[in-house]
């Protein structure tokens, strides 16, 4: 059992008082792992020079004002990101766009604030000219030819991601660049989501080699994120040191080579925030199907769809009932969707898991569920979006209310009536 980091009544007060599902936060893991990164020094004695973070691990604005606080910079990838970095206060050259394309929406609010472009792919460089936008100064995102992370579906490079440019296409996207008046500052590399250091050092070297194309422009480079976080019990934690190292080296010999200082950048989501999270549901019943005993929460996938998108594991515990019996059990939640259970592997096999039993009303705690939860929820089932509660500096405080059935129906209402 991994150990949670708010005490457990404080966490039934909380599930008690907000209703659940709940997803509650505890800002001092948020600042800890901040600070880890940003103190992080190779032994050249330098370290990253910004820590990204990535909202879309968890863009509540509590999160993200906390960060900024901190010093970190963040990254957008829509134009409803670019507006949360804005509302929590990031000013806009803080403030990294990063996509694959442009939508209206996003394109329009690059033409009215100097936020920097991350390109993602070639036919973005002449759409973005055209708008004549505040900086012609921009980064490109490579795809280094390979990718690598806790599932295929987070695998963010090689010919079967759509992500990043191709770095065969790169002489020709430098020409294009020139010809339209952008000076391609940045260099970055994101090859996937819960990786491990053997690839995220591999990715170091792609960008090493494509710097000379823009040794004119060049001023920094960036490590993308991916760090993964111990999702089980006993897993040993990622040692960023030797990441620092790796990265710090890379930088060093794109310097050497172009004869002037490069910024080093780093941008993570799920290592910043992911530990921070748990969302709580209420027990509600337990039933057996032949040798199978589901035990349902009023929690789904609708809250938390790691586990039936990507056979994630997230530990459970069921709330003062630690020291009980522990027996198998698949953990449900409310969804018309058979695959809307916790407990299951890679590819949807049921695995039922040795937990307490638990009465109607118990607190259920999924550990873990700071990031690509809240961030990833929908109103499948007409499920409303759970509230949110931050604890930081001693205090709980709600931070995002749940929604409400009048939010939901009374639009659509409007229309008819
Ligand atoms: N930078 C870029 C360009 C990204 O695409 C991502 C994640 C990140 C940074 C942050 O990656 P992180 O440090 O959090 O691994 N929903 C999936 C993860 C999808 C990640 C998408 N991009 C999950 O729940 O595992």
């Known amino acids: ?19 659940t599902p709940l997803y509650v936060y505890d800002g001092a893991t948020i600042t800890a792992r901040a600070r880890e990164l940003l103190d992080l020094r190779a032994s050249s004695g330098r370290g990253f020079d910004a820590v990204r973070y990535a909202q879309k691990a968890n863009p509540s604005l ?55 472009l991350n390109a993602g792919s070639p036919f973005m460089l002449a759409q973005y000219a055209q708008l004549n936008p505040p900086r012609r100064d921009i980064v490109l995102r490579v795809n280094p030819g390979f990718g690598h992370g806790h599932d295929r579906k987070v695998t963010t490079g090689g010919e079967h ?19 339209l008046g952008l000076d391609v500052a940045g260099l970055h590399v994101h090859i996937g989501s819960g990786s491990d250091l053997e690839h995220l050092s591999r990715a170091a070297d792609a960008l090493v080699a494509a710097a000379p194309l823009f040794a004119s422009t060049l001023s920094s480079l960036s490590a993308g994120g991916g760090l ?9 934690r990622f040692d960023c040191r030797p990441l620092a190292e790796v990265w710090d080296r890379a930088r060093t010999r794109v310097e050497r080579e172009l004869g002037r200082s490069l910024r080093l950048e780093l941008e993570p989501g799920r290592f910043l ?24 929460v009023d929690a789904g996938f609708h ?14 515990s069921v709330l003062g009932r630690d020291a009980e019996p522990h027996v198998p059990q698949a953990v449900a939640g409310p969804l018309c969707e058979s695959a809307d259970v916790f407990t299951q592997a890679k590819g949807g096999a049921l695995e039922p898991r040795a937990l307490p039993r638990a009465q109607p009303g118990d607190v259920v ?49 409007d229309l008819l009536e």
């Open 161 to 179: 991601s759509k992500h990043g440019i191709w770095h065969a296409d790169l002489p020709a996207v430098a020409r294009e660049a020139r010809e």
């Open 62 to 116: 509590a999160i993200l004002r906390l960060l900024r606080s901190e010093g970190c910079h963040v990254d957008a990838v829509s134009g409803g990101e670019l507006r949360r970095a804005l509302a929590a206060g990031f000013a806009a050259r803080d403030v990294l766009f990063c996509a694959d394309l442009f939508d209206h929406d996003a394109l329009a609010l690059l033409a009215q604030h100097p936020f920097q």
């Open 365 to 413: 705690c999924f550990h873990d569920a700071g990031a690509y939860a809240a961030a990833m929820a929908s109103g499948y089932n007409s499920q409303l979006l759970a509230a949110e509660v931050l604890v930081h500096n001693g205090t709980a405080r709600l931070v995002r209310p749940r929604q409400t059935h009048e939010a939901l129906l009374r639009p659509e209402l």
């Open 228 to 236: 993964p976080i111990p999702y089980r019990a006993g897993e040993p």
């Open 303 to 316: 809250n938390l769809v790691r586990p039936a998108m990507y056979g994630a594991h997230h530990e459970i």
């Open 1 to 19: 059992m991994k150990p949670r980091t708010l005490p457990d009544e404080l966490l039934v007060r909380l599930a008690h008082e907000h209703g």
């Open 273 to 296: 925030v992911a530990e921070s999270g748990v969302l709580l549901a209420e027990a509600r019943g337990s039933k057996r199907a032949g040798a199978v005993e589901y035990l349902f």
